[in-house]
Nanobody, 127 residues
C-alpha cells in the first residue's frame, strides 16, 4: 500500500524557516517523482516544487524560487522541502504527492499528474 506522510508544519513568523518532510512507503522510491503542493483556504491546490528521485532533477514554482529547496534521501525514502524567508502568503496546507511518470518541469505542478497523495500538514506564517 502506497503511503505518503507529511510532517514539519507549524506556525512561524514572516521571514522564518520551516522544513517539511514527506515519508514514503509502498513503492520503489527511486523510480518516482515527488511533488509538493499547497492549498490555501478558498484557493486551488498549486504545485510548489518537484523532484525526480532517480536523478535529482528539480522544479520550482516562480512564487517560491530562491526561497524553497527540495531534496530527497533515497536511502530513507524521504523528501524534504526547506522553506526559508517565509511570507504570510505561504500559509496553506502542504501536501506531498508521488507519481512514476510525471516529467519534472512546469507540467509537474499539475495536480492531475499525480496518483498518490498524503494527508497534508498545515503551515501558518504570521505577519
Amino acid at each position: 500500500e502506497v503511503q505518503l506522510v507529511e510532517s514539519g508544519g507549524g506556525l512561524v513568523q514572516a521571514g522564518g524557516s520551516l522544513r517539511l518532510s514527506c515519508a514514503a512507503s509502498g513503492f520503489t522510491f527511486k523510480d518516482y517523482a515527488i511533488g509538493w503542493f499547497r492549498q490555501a483556504p478558498g484557493k486551488e491546490r498549486e504545485g510548489v516544487s518537484c523532484i525526480r528521485n532517480s536523478d535529482g532533477s528539480t522544479y520550482y514554482a516562480d512564487s517560491v524560487k530562491g526561497r524553497f529547496t527540495i531534496s530527497s534521501d533515497n536511502a530513507k525514502n524521504m523528501v524534504y522541502l526547506q522553506m526559508n524567508s517565509l511570507k504570510p502568503e505561504d500559509t496553506a496546507v502542504y501536501y506531498c504527492a508521488a507519481d512514476k511518470w510525471v516529467v519534472v518541469g512546469r507540467r509537474s505542478s499539475l495536480r492531475t499528474n499525480y496518483d498518490y497523495w498524503g494527508q497534508g500538514t498545515q503551515v501558518t506564517v504570521s505577519s
